[in-house]
């Protein structure tokens, strides 16, 4: 079946890293992406998105990579800081399927002092 | 503050319980959404309501029951619920319903516990 799933459900890194959290994806239908970042105690917020005709996007420290061939979504922060842990997800959006939207389980990222 | 707030934060309830959980959006948004949050699993989307019609239900059990009075309020009122049904519900809105305007601003969400 279709399925949106993460690689990794945890990743430690120590601050100042470069961090790279990825997500694979099986629904070649699906053309929209999101990358949410939640912390402790509060909702998912939006961090940035990527349609399926980019391969790259950069926001400010943050860049998502779409591979389309292998079905993979990468998202990397660079410099890594405190304030960046806590849990990531990826999201899938089709358009040929009533705009479905499917989230990952999730990737808790720990960032070490 | 992302402009949608959840009340309460926090609700214990036993099974025979009545409550209701209430989302309120400050972003003039024409969908909202309730999510259900369990641990080590995926958001699972429960109802969707643009401009105040109820667009989908995802196969949610009849003791959920979303309200939606307008474009800025909703409401889930919970009756006889299960153990297993202890999670955090969250809230969204969004611009309305379309690839574009998928981007989903949340709340901080409602901590249940059934007991």
């Known amino acids: 079946g279709e399925s949106v799933g993460l690689h990794l459900p945890t990743l430690s890194v120590q601050e100042g890293d470069n961090s790279i959290i990825n997500c694979a994806y099986s629904n070649s239908a699906s053309d929209y992406f999101i990358w949410y970042k939640q912390e402790s105690g509060k909702g998912p917020q939006f961090i940035i998105d990527i349609r399926s005709n980019m391969d790259k996007r950069q926001g400010q420290r943050v860049t998502v990579l779409l591979n389309k061939t292998v079905k993979h979504l990468s998202l990397q922060i660079a410099a890594t800081q405190p304030g960046d842990s806590a849990v990531y997800f990826c999201?899938?959006?089709?358009?040929?399927?009533?705009?479905?939207?499917?989230f990952g389980a999730g990737t808790r990222l720990t960032v070490k002092p | 503050e992302t402009g949608v707030t959840q009340t309460p934060r926090h609700l214990v309830m036993g099974m025979t319980n009545k409550k209701s959980l209430k989302c309120e959006q400050h972003l003039g948004h024409n969908a909202m959404y309730w999510y259900k949050q369990s641990a080590k699993k995926p958001l699972e989307l429960m109802f969707v309501?643009?401009?105040?019609?109820?667009?989908e239900n995802n196969s949610v059990p009849s003791r959920f029951s979303p309200e939606c009075p307008n474009s800025s309020h909703l409401f889930l009122h919970l009756h006889t619920l299960q153990p297993e049904d202890s999670a955090l519900y969250l809230c969204?809105?969004?611009?309305?319903?379309?690839?574009?305007?998928?981007?989903?601003?949340f709340g901080s969400g409602t901590q249940l516990s059934v007991l």
């Open positions: 309501y643009n401009f105040k019609e109820q667009t």
């Open positions: 999201a899938e959006i089709s358009l040929y399927n009533n705009n479905d939207m499917r």
């Open positions: 969204a809105s969004s611009h309305g319903e379309g690839p574009t305007n998928e981007k989903l601003f």
